[in-house]
């Protein structure tokens, strides 16, 4: 009897959080295009931040989600603490949806419901339709994982020393309810997901081994536990990512205190909205519901002084920690299509540095700049470049161990090769300044004709970055294969500059430094335009 109990207990919340998680992640596929969206249209004003809060957290059917979600944007300073503190206001009442899902009485029929889901993605060739049907799936695992509970808890009915367990918990006095608080809390940060708990605590409440008021009393406690989730993906973070994850814990450890010190007025309120006898389910989504809507509207006005009171007992981060140079996180992960959206502004702004570079290297070559003056410029750029490519393949890679679909996983691998070749580009760029460098170090000048020749050759390598960069930036094609053309003209020039001054050299005599410093120097244009060539392969589809 206990064995087929837990059998059932344990399979049916296995299934009910197997179930969660597709939904969540299909949910997240779907909403993809409306996420990228919704961080331009988080201003300061704190009540816009809120129904994004709300908005984001019912797309992808959890709070944790959207909290770490919100925790990594802050750490990537993509939002402002005053701005997270909105979401995650409304990230509590987005979350409560999930409760009235469960209200929906098709237990019976979650088992069809997945299977016929499962079957059919099996048939689809598109990927929108597959990803509709694994979250369809996932809706039909959760309410045959809760039938699969219900039906296991039910023999607990009958016996004495269960009831007697579950009795030690009731919420008929202050310190019961205390304790039933305590448990859901705990239960919610074992289990890191509050809408499991929210099903277990439901599923007890219909089988009768819990009263309202010990449900009411668990659920709240549940808004304690669901936020340790933050806590911990903060722990690494910045001193604002820190900040945002304490005021979740603050604001919800607050709203339960509040909550349990009217007990017996705030049920008799809610049974007012939702008679518990007549419908148990819908009674505990009620409670869960009007408790974050209640906690929400008693904190916004205080998001500012709140905001400012963490500022001072949150330690700013130290001078010398480790600067990011992105907005990106790996927080930011279980939104992908964030990731990708800000990785192409992050590779653009790649693109900028490698033309402040060049930019460099056209005065000295202009004669406008000493080459002394302008070296150490460019390595301290090409340092916070080598920052950008570990930032950005950090993040990447990540969301490429995960469930990508196909446009984001394409997209996500095209912008890796463009930051990695960016990169190299930029390692080209110094060590021709370091070469110039060099040769001006050692009283070594070129004649007019060989610095003209550069400084044609570094004109036309420069054009062509700014077409590929242009061409990455609105993503076309036919941008890409225009450039091969300049591709095989530098290729050329090379050639004929390579054959010219080797040919000099077997006539005439010069300096070792000379010879091969202007070789090097050559050579590395030549790179550059390989490297950037690879770029138009990877965009034009070029085999």
Request: with cysteine; proline share 2%.
């Amino acid at each position: 009897m206990y064995l087929d109990i837990l059998f059932k207990v344990l399979g049916g919340l296995g299934l009910f959080l197997y179930g969660m998680e597709n939904m969540s992640k299909g949910m997240q596929k779907m909403a993809g295009e409306r996420l990228k969206k919704i961080l331009a249209m988080l201003t300061t004003n704190r009540f816009m931040a809120i129904v994004m809060g709300v908005f984001v957290t019912a797309l992808v059917q959890s709070s944790s989600v959207s909290t770490v979600m919100t925790i990594g944007f802050v750490n990537a300073s993509l939002l402002t603490l005053k701005q997270a503190l909105g979401v995650i206001l409304g990230a509590n009442i987005g979350t409560t949806i999930t409760g009235w899902i469960l209200v929906l009485k098709i237990g019976k029929y979650g088992l069809p419901m997945a299977g016929a889901a499962a079957i059919s993605s099996m048939f689809f060739t598109s990927e929108k339709a597959r990803t509709r049907a694994m979250t369809i799936m996932g809706l039909g695992l959760i309410f045959f994982g809760l039938e699969l509970m219900s039906n296991g808890l039910k023999p607990l009915r009958s016996m004495p020393e269960f009831v007697a367990l579950f009795h030690a918990f009731s919420a008929d006095t202050y310190i019961g309810v205390l304790k039933a608080a305590a448990v859901g809390a705990l239960l919610t940060a074992v289990v890191q997901s509050s809408s499991a708990t929210l099903g277990i605590t439901i599923t007890l409440a219909v089988q009768g081994l819990i009263d309202y008021p010990t449900a009411v009393a668990l659920v709240l406690g549940e808004n304690v536990g669901t936020t340790i989730t933050a806590l911990l993906a903060s722990l690494n973070g910045t001193a604002n990512a820190k900040r945002a994850a304490y005021a979740h814990t603050i604001i919800n450890i607050l709203g339960v205190l509040w909550a349990t010190t009217i007990f017996r007025f705030y049920l008799q309120f809610l049974e007012n909205v939702v008679d518990p006898d007549n419908n148990i389910t819908a009674a505990i989504a009620s409670a869960h519901t009007i408790f974050n809507v209640l906690n929400v509207c008693l904190f916004i006005p205080f998001i500012g002084y709140l905001a400012d009171f963490l500022c001072k007992i949150v330690k700013p981060d130290s001078p010398i920690a480790k600067e990011r140079v992105t907005h990106l996180d790996i927080l930011m992960a279980d939104t992908p299509s964030v990731v990708v959206d800000q990785t192409h502004k992050e590779i653009l702004a790649m693109g900028s540095q490698i033309k402040n570079i060049f930019m460099r290297l056209d005065n000295v070559f202009a004669g406008r700049d000493r080459i002394d003056s302008q070296v150490g410029k460019i390595e301290k750029i090409e340092d916070k470049l080598d920052i950008y490519q570990k930032e950005i393949s950090d993040v990447n890679f990540h969301i490429l161990n995960g469930t990508l679909d196909n446009a984001n996983t394409e997209e996500t691998r095209e912008n890796l090769q463009t930051c990695d070749e960016y990169e190299t580009v930029s390692d080209y760029l110094l060590r021709i300044a370091k070469t110039l460098k060099k040769m001006e170090d050692n009283g070594i000048e070129l004649n007019q004709y060989k610095r003209a020749t550069l400084n044609q050759l570094h004109t036309n390598v420069e054009d062509l970055f700014d077409d590929i960069n242009r061409a990455y930036e609105l993503r076309d094609r036919d941008m890409f294969i225009s450039a091969i053309r300049k591709c095989n003209y530098i290729k050329d020039e090379y050639k004929r500059a390579r054959a010219e001054h080797l040919e000099h050299v077997s006539e005439n005599v010069m300096p070792a430094m000379l010879s091969t410093g202007y070789m090097d120097i050559l050579n590395n244009y030549r790179r550059i335009k390989d490297h950037l060539y690879n770029i138009v392969e990877v965009f034009a589809k070029i085999n």
